[in-house]
């Protein structure tokens, strides 16, 4: 039986140590894809005497300018956090998260967003997951070490394996870029019509990506809502100068 597809994206994280621990935990559940955003810490001794046999997944670490264009290839990106949900978007529990695997499909690609040490993610960074998973920390000492965190996602996620996709499963599903690339198109289209004249531009926007990438889109779900913004370009346009008709 062909493993889940899952990645880990590591953000900024401060302890080389940490590194090691990260890649020996991706490599005991089998997760071969292991990504850093900067600015992080280097790999050094510490680190390799932490990787304990996962050398190889440390040397092939992939480090990437910001979290967007670390997740942009994947269809499903799940954030981590220990806050409790506060908003419109997705929240899960580590109960739910074999159900909302079994909704995405055996065959989608899957990233775990991992916060740095001393903070976690920001509301900007979470905003652009398709799901943020709440683990239930004590919240007296609320942040867990990052490998440790990991190990406990990848534990449950993997319990969620099938052997083939769930009845249902909507095909294809839209890569992060694809959906970043119909809230962009939509963004023009809203400030168009006027919508951001009451000012707070970034945190409509921030409010529209939470309604679009609150859970994970098909391929033709993004499609469609890049065209319906597209229309609605064309149409203002039309209306500024009837002679493009």
Same mark, same amino acid.
């Given at each position: 039986?062909?493993?889940?597809?899952?990645?880990?994206?590591?953000?900024?994280?401060?302890?080389?140590?940490?590194? !090691?621990?990260?890649?020996?935990?991706?490599?005991? &559940?089998?997760?071969?894809?292991?990504?850093?955003?900067?600015?992080?810490?280097?790999?050094?001794?510490?680190?390799?005497?932490?990787? *304990?046999?996962?050398?190889?997944?440390?040397?092939?670490?992939?480090?990437?300018?910001?979290?967007?264009?670390?997740?942009?290839?994947?269809?499903?990106?799940?954030?981590?956090? *220990?806050?409790? !949900?506060?908003?419109?978007?997705?929240?899960?529990?580590?109960?739910?998260?074999?159900?909302?695997?079994?909704?995405?499909?055996?065959?989608?690609?899957?990233? &775990?967003?991992?916060?740095?040490?001393?903070?976690?993610?920001?509301?900007?960074?979470?905003?652009?997951?398709?799901?943020?998973?709440?683990?239930? *920390?004590?919240?007296? &000492?609320?942040?867990?070490?990052?490998?440790?965190?990991?190990?406990?996602?990848?534990?449950?996620?993997?319990?969620?394996?099938?052997?083939?996709?769930?009845?249902?499963?909507?095909?294809?599903?839209?890569?992060?870029?694809?959906?970043? !690339?119909?809230?962009?198109?939509?963004?023009?289209?809203?400030?168009?019509?006027?919508?951001?004249?009451?000012?707070?531009?970034?945190?409509?926007?921030?409010?529209?990506?939470?309604?679009?990438? !609150?859970?994970?889109?098909?391929?033709?779900?993004?499609?469609?809502?890049?065209?319906?913004?597209?229309?609605?370009?064309?149409?203002?346009?039309?209306?500024?100068?009837?002679?493009?008709?």
């Amino acid at each position: 039986m062909a493993l889940r597809k899952l990645s880990a994206v590591l953000v900024r994280t401060h302890t080389p140590g940490n590194l !090691g621990s990260a890649a020996r935990v991706a490599k005991n &559940f089998g997760v071969s894809d292991l990504r850093l955003v900067e600015p992080a810490a280097a790999p050094d001794e510490d680190s390799l005497r932490l990787a *304990s046999g996962a050398d190889d997944l440390l040397a092939r670490l992939r480090r990437f300018p910001d979290l967007t264009s670390s997740v942009a290839d994947f269809d499903a990106v799940v954030a981590t956090s *220990s806050l409790r !949900g506060r908003d419109e978007q997705r929240f899960l529990t580590l109960a739910e998260l074999p159900g909302f695997l079994a909704e995405l499909g055996q065959d989608a690609r899957t990233a &775990f967003v991992f916060g740095p040490e001393r903070s976690g993610l920001t509301e900007e960074e979470r905003s652009r997951a398709s799901a943020c998973l709440r683990l239930p *920390s004590h919240p007296d &000492f609320p942040t867990l070490n990052v490998s440790h965190a990991m190990a406990a996602v990848l534990a449950v996620a993997r319990m969620s394996e099938e052997p083939e996709a769930p009845a249902g499963d909507p095909g294809e599903w839209a890569a992060a870029r694809d959906v970043e !690339g119909a809230i962009e198109h939509w963004d023009r289209a809203l400030d168009a019509i006027g919508f951001y004249d009451t000012g707070h531009r970034d945190r409509s926007l921030r409010a529209w990506r939470k309604i679009v990438a !609150g859970r994970p889109l098909s391929a033709r779900e993004a499609a469609i809502l890049r065209g319906v913004a597209n229309r609605v370009m064309v149409a203002l346009r039309l209306r500024k100068d009837p002679s493009l008709r």
